[in-house]
């Protein structure tokens, strides 16, 4: 199963034949459907339609088939329809306009505020009698199965785009952790060191008040205590973890976005702790430098479905 970004875009155009299956005349010519998709990352799955009015019967059935196969993003929808590069505007003819104007006024008469009818009103009612072929549902629903399967191919592109650039992070991640891995026993060894040669150094000062191995427990004791607070192996585990599980969704695929970005929380935490837990300059660097890998990858994950 792929990974998808849910940044996508596809715009999809169809002149449908007429009902008999014929091809269009110059003198009835075919509208041209188009339909555009575009998606930009969220938080769950919003949808917007921008129709024209007369294909505001349309909504519902775009609505479920998007539903059907995208589960995040917002996502905005766009149709229009025209009746095509060779189209010519036809008066209506004489028997449709007698029966527009009597149907206007048997409405006025049941309904004195409505509104007198308009040059464009007429024309658009009178289309359908001057021989153009108007496209049915059927037509703009398989159009818009077409404009979906080319929004998901688009997602899924940017979702492997998205999937090579994370693993490659991962990878890099995983070298910082192992250089970080050989910095924490070296330093406790030099930490114990300096201790006991402070511990020396104060014997050598010492007015006998304090017996020596007190005083050398104590060094021990504080470079022990020591040891503990700088001790990042846990956290480098938990990391390792995190990197193996984001690892293993990025090849599962599927909707895995809000898991992945649930998990780059978890490592900008460890990373965090890395840096407070630093006690020398190159375990510190290493933090920084985790710390801009996880942010980069935090923003690229955010477009994840």
Do not use: C
């Amino acid at each position: 199963m792929s990974v998808y970004s849910m940044t996508g875009y596809a715009s999809v155009q169809h002149s449908p034949l007429p009902a008999d299956g014929e091809s269009p005349t110059p003198s009835a010519p075919t509208a041209r459907l188009g339909l555009e998709i575009r998606s930009v990352n969220s938080r769950f799955l919003d949808l917007s339609f921008r129709l024209p009015e007369d294909l505001r019967q349309l909504e519902p059935g775009l609505r479920e088939l998007i539903t059907r196969h995208i589960k995040r993003g917002k996502v905005e929808v766009r149709a229009s329809q025209d009746a095509g590069d060779g189209a010519t505007l036809q008066a209506p003819n004489h028997q449709a306009l007698q029966k527009i104007a009597a149907l206007q006024d048997k409405i006025q008469d049941w309904l004195p505020s409505a509104r007198a009818l308009s040059v464009a009103d007429v024309l658009r009612m009178s289309a359908g009698s001057s021989g153009s072929s108007a496209p049915n549902e059927a037509d703009w629903m398989q159009l818009a199965s077409q404009a979906v399967q080319a929004l998901l191919e688009a997602r899924g592109r940017e979702g492997a785009r998205l999937t090579e650039m994370l693993l490659g992070h991962i990878e890099q991640l995983r070298s910082l952790a192992d250089l970080a891995v050989p910095l924490v026993p070296q330093l406790v060894e030099q930490q114990r060191l300096r201790f006991l040669e402070r511990w020396k150094d104060a014997m050598a000062l010492a007015d006998g008040s304090h017996l020596p191995e007190t005083a050398q427990d104590r060094a021990l004791t504080e470079a022990t205590s020591f040891a503990i607070r700088i001790d990042v192996a846990e956290e480098l585990t938990r990391l390792r973890s995190h990197l193996d599980e984001l690892s293993r969704l990025l090849t599962k695929g599927g909707d895995v976005g809000k898991r992945l970005d649930f998990l780059i929380q978890e490592l900008h935490r460890e990373a965090n702790t890395l840096g407070s837990k630093s006690a020398v300059l190159e375990m510190t660097r290493i933090s920084v430098d985790m710390k801009v890998l996880i942010e980069q990858m935090r923003e690229q994950v955010q477009n994840i479905e």
